[in-house]
């Protein structure tokens, strides 16, 4: 390969690495303060509702979609459709998976995410903490098992809509932030690279 070639495809990996890693203060500071919001207003209705002993409206796959809905907005995982589709999708897998095979923990954990992930895939509502949610009606407590398929409605639909009104206001804070998006990793790369070409 010339040389010429490798410098500039040095060049580029440099510069794509360059603005990926500046530091944007206003970005970082709405991505706290959506993220912050959204898991907030959803802990204090579950402190309101349940002893702090039965975390039930709280599940961990809300921490994930938060990194996903207010620190990489324009990701197609992070869109409303994705986001919500996902979830309920993942959720009511998991509660129908757990009611089949109730004792059997070590077929109905990977059979439930194996099939939100292939349903996900499906209806184009890929969002990757939805597996995390199917797995927690399988493996989740007592409490939450007995929610049955209430729990896709109660914690699941409820939470992510919290999530997702949080997001349309703080998403939405500045010029530069626009959710939801139809932009992906792939246009914005793509168009850095037909600068450079064109600088070239």
Known sequence: MPTSKIKRGYRKTRYILYKETLIDYKEHFWSFIGSFIGIGLIAYSQSQQFSHQDVVYLIGSFGASSVLVYGIIESPFSQPRNLIGGHLISAFIGVTVHYLFPETVYIAAP??????????????????????????????????????????????????????????????????????????????????????????
């Open 111 to 200: 059979l439930a995410v194996s099939l939100s992930i292939v349903l996900m895939q499906i209806t184009k509502t890929l969002h990757p903490p939805g597996g995390a949610t199917a797995l927690i009606a399988i493996i989740g407590t007592q409490k939450i098992k007995d929610l049955g398929y209430w729990y896709v409605l109660s914690p699941v639909l409820t939470g992510v809509l919290i999530l997702f009104f949080t997001a349309l206001i703080f998403n939405n804070m500045t010029p530069s932030r626009k959710y939801p998006t139809h932009s992906t990793y792939h246009k914005r790369y793509h168009k850095i690279i037909k600068r450079l070409r064109r600088n070239n």
